[in-house]
Structure formats: C-alpha cells, structure tokens
C-alpha cells in the first residue's frame, strides 16, 4: 500500500497567514493527488485534484503543487472559515490512501 | 445540484451486521460510481472501496474483503454498504462519495457504534 505522510500534523496561524500543507507518498503517484478540507463533525469537502486542479466553487487562496511523491497544499491568506483539517489522498493505485490530516488551528 | 443523502445512525451488537444506504439526487446516478470512505473517531480517512453504478463492478479493500459488500439500486438512485461480523473497532463514522477515484462530493455521514 502507498502510504501518504502528511506534514506537519498540525499548525498554529493567524488570519492573513499564508499556510504550506506537505504531503509525501511512500513511491510515485504521479499526479493522482487530491486534497479535502474537513471541520469537525462534518464530511470532507474535496478542495483539489489531479495534484493542481481547483474544484468549482473552491476560493482562489487555494492551490496545490507538485508531481510524483511530493505535494503541497497552500491556502494564500488564511481566512476565519479555513480553520479545518486538511487532508491529502492518493488516487494512482489501490488501495486509495489517505494522509493522517493536518490540523490548522488558530 | 448533487446530493448524497446518507441514513440515520446506527448502534450495532459485536457481531451483527449494518447495511448504510445513499441516495443521490442532482446527477445521472448511473453515469458514476460510489465510494465508500470510512472514519474512525478522532483517525484519519480510511477508503472501503468503490462500485461501478452502471454495471455493479466493485473493488474493496482488502482488509474488509468478505465482510463488506457495496450495492447499488439504479431504479431508486441508491447505493448501499453493508458490513458483516462487526467489531469494536469498526465504530466510526461511513461516508459515501460519489466517484471511483478522487470524490467530489460526499454525504453527511452514518455514525455507526459497535458495542455490547
């Protein structure tokens, strides 16, 4: 299985901040790489695709980077409603895996 | 617009058997397939596996291989998940999410408690 290592685990940041989110795949996944924001006792929201691909609706501060066995999630200027757990996934082979989160608190 | 409406919560006994349905609505249910997500309380994201709507293929993970067992119902839009011999540790919330590979959207999740 790929395992996807995420870090850091969680982060402290203020309103304004600009937020770098890593992920690290255990072998290549290409670019078969999603990310998904995720608050407390709600689902996941998909955010990002195929490693750079924004999905409809997602704000701009929003980006994501990277081929291969390391990606980046980058939110520009940190907003009050960005405070969530982040999570990244590997879609290039089965079983599908996910990366352990990232917690962005205040 | 797409929604994935999840069924209630559920307690289960060791042992038992829980089957979570999904009803979609907003998108032609047999042009996609379903994932199925799962997580435990305060882990990460864990995939189950996927099913084709169209044609029923599925692919599940090999740790749930022979107990779970993903359905879908074309004439009501409605895929099910159903998980067998459940233990403590299957306690969590299940989500579905429409898609085979990366999902775009998802339902509100089905808490489901393993306990005696």
């Known amino acids: 299985d790929i395992q996807m290592t995420q870090s850091p685990s969680s982060l402290s940041a203020s309103v304004g901040d600009r937020v770098t989110i890593t992920c690290r795949a255990s072998?290549?996944?290409?670019?078969?790489v999603a990310w998904f924001q995720q608050k407390p006792g709600k689902a996941p929201k998909s955010l990002i695709y195929?490693?750079?691909s924004l999905r409809d609706g997602v704000p701009s501060r929003f980006s994501g980077s990277g081929s291969g066995t390391d990606f980046t999630l980058t939110i520009s200027s940190l907003q009050a409603e960005d405070f969530a757990t982040y999570s990244c996934?590997?879609?290039?082979?089965?079983?599908?895996?996910f990366g352990g989160g990232t917690k962005v608190e205040i | 617009q797409v929604q994935l409406v999840q069924s209630g919560a559920e307690v289960k006994k060791p042992g038992a058997s829980v089957k979570v349905s999904c009803k979609a609505s907003?998108?032609?249910?047999?042009?996609?397939?379903m994932t199925w997500v799962r997580q435990a309380p305060g882990l990460g994201l864990e995939w189950m596996g996927w099913?084709?709507?169209?044609?029923?293929?599925?692919n599940y993970a090999q740790k749930l291989q022979g107990r779970v067992t993903l359905t879908t119902d074309t004439s009501t839009s409605t895929a099910y998940m159903e998980l067998r011999s459940l233990g403590s540790d299957d306690t969590g919330v299940y989500y579905c999410?429409?898609?085979?590979?990366?999902?775009?959207?998802w339902g509100q999740g089905t808490l489901v408690t393993v306990s005696s």
């Open positions: 999410a429409r898609g085979t590979a990366e999902a775009d959207y």
């Open positions: 907003g998108y032609t249910f047999s042009t996609y397939g």
């Open positions: 099913i084709s709507a169209y044609k029923g293929h599925t």
């Open positions: 072998q290549g996944v290409r670019n078969y």
């Open positions: 195929f490693a750079s």
């Open positions: 996934q590997q879609y290039d082979s089965y079983p599908l895996t």
